[in-house]
């Protein structure tokens, strides 16, 4: 049923949330894991894949780390580090790429945070054609 699940991490504590969610999931569904960050910063959107600095060490960094930690669970994980605006890296990620699930957090904001902050996880949800798993991070 979800033989690829596309997990999209913030490199926030919240990141906790989703990963101990899926991971009986994934390993009742013997599911391969992707693990996704969009570097957002400015020379992540200014420079794309060419961006260099320790934003984006840290980023890969952080990355790898969860990867291992996946991997030592017998996880099969794979990791993507992408550059620019969350929802449409996270959208062209699945489209090209392909997935069964996508599974990630949401801050919780109110409906007036929603609209002044964009709500990442409600305008992926509404771009793509695959089931997305939402998980509200605590306040």
Known sequence: M???ILITLDATP???????HVRPLAKMMNSQIVLLHVADGWAARTHGPDAVGPEIDEDRA??????DELSAEGFSVETHLAFGDP???IVRWVQERGCDLIAMTTHGHRIIGDLF????ASRVQHRVDVPVLLLKAPA
């Open 2 to 4: 979800y033989n690829k």
């Open 87 to 89: 929802v449409t890296e």
């Open 117 to 120: 902050l964009g709500a990442t």
């Open 14 to 20: 919240t990141d906790r949330i989703i990963l101990d």
């Open 62 to 67: 952080y990355l790898e780390t969860i990867k």
